[in-house]
């Protein structure tokens, strides 16, 4: 549908979330595989900018040097949610195209896991739910408040991601921002956008894989493998970073989970900034690294555009790391290098890429959950939204450092020792 102002021009109308004009998607998460190239896709998501009626209000190109910038401001869903959803999202990639997809995604999936109405959460406690997944089966820091599984919360319907069987979640971790903030930090870890179920679960998955296996990594003894990357996407990547006389130093930082995860560190001697990191998870290495590598130049990017003095404000300590200190060089400095060829299994996809990837995740004992908060204007363009949740994984953190029982373990399990009071972590 669309809508004409007079005088003005014609804009697309999709449906409202919330509307009882009509169904909303549901919870099941669609298990069927979707293949889209990246014009129809963008073409699809372009349909939701509009500043009067959009999900997202505005797209714009930040910068174009070294690589290809873009920011998403995402609309205003107070009207029609009771949370405010972020504020932006943003992507960079080798290719104009590319980068402005990644902007869309990102808006886009921040836009969904934001839009929500608190009557529809169960508020109960654990014993009145189905098969509950409780906030103490999660990695939380010691001073979060105490769970008691008499305590009534917000609960959504979600379902294990690699047998479909139903399970409730808390809200507070599938949605950001969260209907409430008690039990652990909100992160945007494990939110994820796809054309289908399948891509946007993989999306969710591996970013929490990713974050996983960076956290076990910093955090401890372990020497990283450098990575030999030979392929034509990473090599533009890399002459864009020369370009701004920036080395790029890729690592195989892989643990137990036998999903290839691939941190890039960017650097150079003289201006600041002089270091950012970035990190990916594929079954594909290459993927992966395209990947870490591109979020390297974009936070190398926003660091300069900030300033060194902002960067000191802002949480975590990229501004620390901005300045390349020594466990910083010394972590991206890898004794050893391996070729990316023979990694992993990139000739797998869709369903059957996500099936593979579930399955390592629970050969090591991790059992992933999965919530779709895919809103009605989202399901009408052909995308899906979700949120991927696996417990025991080791979070990200960007406030102050917490970990679980894989922090220790993990580390021990290859040879090599936890060192939870090293430096702050490096990543974004």
């Not at 099941?28 to 998501?45: F, W």
């Not at 998870?281 to 660091?303: G, I, K, M, V």
Request: charge should be negative; proline fraction near 9%; aromatic fraction near 8%.
């Amino acid at each position: 549908d669309t809508v004409v102002e007079v005088p003005g021009g014609e804009r697309t109308l999709l449906p409202a979330p919330g509307c009882g004009c009509g169904a909303d998607p549901g919870d099941a998460l669609p298990r069927e595989h979707v293949e889209r190239d990246l014009d129809d896709a963008i073409g699809r998501a372009e349909r939701a900018v509009d500043p009067r009626l959009g999900a997202l209000s505005e797209v714009g190109e930040q910068e174009s040097f070294p690589v290809p910038y873009y920011v998403a401001r995402i609309a205003d869903t107070s009207p029609f949610s009771d949370a405010d959803a972020a504020d932006f999202g943003g992507g960079a990639a080798a290719g104009w195209d590319a980068a402005f997809m990644k902007a869309l995604g990102e808006g886009l999936e921040r836009y969904a896991a934001g839009v929500y109405r608190e009557a529809d959460f169960t508020r109960a406690p654990a014993a009145n739910v189905p098969n509950p997944v409780t906030p103490d089966a999660f990695v939380r820091p010691e001073g979060a408040e105490a769970y008691d599984r008499d305590d009534r919360l917000p609960w959504v319907r979600g379902e294990r991601l690699g047998t479909g069987d139903p399970a409730s979640l808390p809200a507070e971790f599938v949605h950001f921002p969260p209907p409430e903030n008690r039990y652990r930090p909100p992160i945007t870890t494990g939110l994820g956008l796809g054309s289908s179920g399948p891509d946007a679960a993989l999306s969710g998955l591996y970013e929490t894989i990713e974050r996983d296996a960076t956290m076990t990594s910093w955090y401890s003894t372990t020497e990283p493998l450098g990575l030999d990357v030979d392929d034509p996407g990473f090599a533009e990547l890399e002459k864009r970073a020369r370009a701004e006389s920036l080395s790029v130093t890729s690592l195989l930082v892989t643990t137990d989970v036998d999903v290839p995860v691939v941190a890039v560190g960017v650097g150079r001697d003289g201006d600041w900034p002089r270091f950012a990191a970035g990190s990916g998870a594929d079954l594909d290495p290459t993927a992966a690294a395209r990947s870490a590598l591109a979020e390297a130049l974009q936070n190398w990017t926003e660091l300069r555009s900030m300033g060194r003095e902002t960067a000191d404000e802002q949480g975590a300590a990229i501004g620390h790391h901005a300045d390349r200190p020594a466990e910083t060089a010394a972590f991206f400095d890898p004794d050893a290098t391996v070729s990316a060829e023979g990694l992993g299994e990139p000739a797998l996809s869709g369903a059957d890429e996500l099936a593979a990837v579930v399955d390592r995740v629970e050969s090591v004992g991790l059992d992933p959950y999965v919530a779709r908060v895919t809103t009605r204007d989202l399901a009408t363009l052909g995308f899906e939204a979700v949120r991927v949740l696996v417990p025991d994984a080791q979070p990200l953190f960007t406030g102050d450092p917490f970990f679980g029982d894989r922090a220790s373990e993990v580390p021990r399990s290859m040879g090599f020792e936890p060192a939870l009071d090293r430096p702050y972590h490096p990543f974004p």
